[in-house]
């Protein structure tokens, strides 16, 4: 259903392009999936791992549920990563639509306190993936992928 909402639009391009990169990432070997570049965290693996992990970490945050473990530091598939990246997804939709986005979250970081609304964690999530598929295609060029998936 079409929506005019900017917040669903937002989220549902952020799945939509995520989707894009790591179906590119399918088609690779796994040698390429891993392969280290001097751009993002090192890998597609380890970008892609990490885009989700930030997402997770997020959306532990805005529904209040304790933090998991992060996702970085372990190896996953492209269809693991795939998988998360719906459950995480729809974390995120279902979280912006039961709670106020203009509601406060608290969050801890390097022994600081920081306070943010919670749509302003939800469209930094959104900008943060966007900044990390760039890099995503810019190792998906330098490994001759073409045409490259349209992601931004």
């Not at 693996?45 to 992060?70: C, F, K, N, S, V």
């Not at 998360?84 to 279902?94: G, T, W």
């Not at 920081?114 to 598929?133: I, K």
């Amino acid at each position: 259903m079409a929506t005019t909402n900017p917040l669903d639009i937002l989220l549902s391009h952020d799945l939509w392009a995520m989707r894009q990169i790591l179906d590119a990432c399918g088609k690779l070997t796994d040698e390429q999936f891993h392969q280290r570049f001097d751009i993002g965290l090192g890998s597609l693996h380890d970008t892609t791992t990490h885009i989700l992990g930030a997402m997770r970490w997020w959306g532990d945050l805005l529904t209040g549920r304790e933090q998991r473990p992060r996702l970085e530091g372990t190896t996953r598939a492209v269809q693991q990563l795939q998988e998360l990246l719906d459950e995480i997804s729809a974390d995120l939709s279902r979280s912006a639509s039961t709670y106020p986005l203009d509601q406060i979250v608290t969050v801890q970081r390097g022994g600081k306190t920081f306070q943010f609304p919670r749509a302003v964690v939800l469209t930094h999530v959104a900008t943060h993936g966007m900044h990390h598929r760039a890099q995503c295609l810019n190792m998906l060029r330098q490994l001759g992928v073409s045409p490259l998936p349209p992601a931004a």
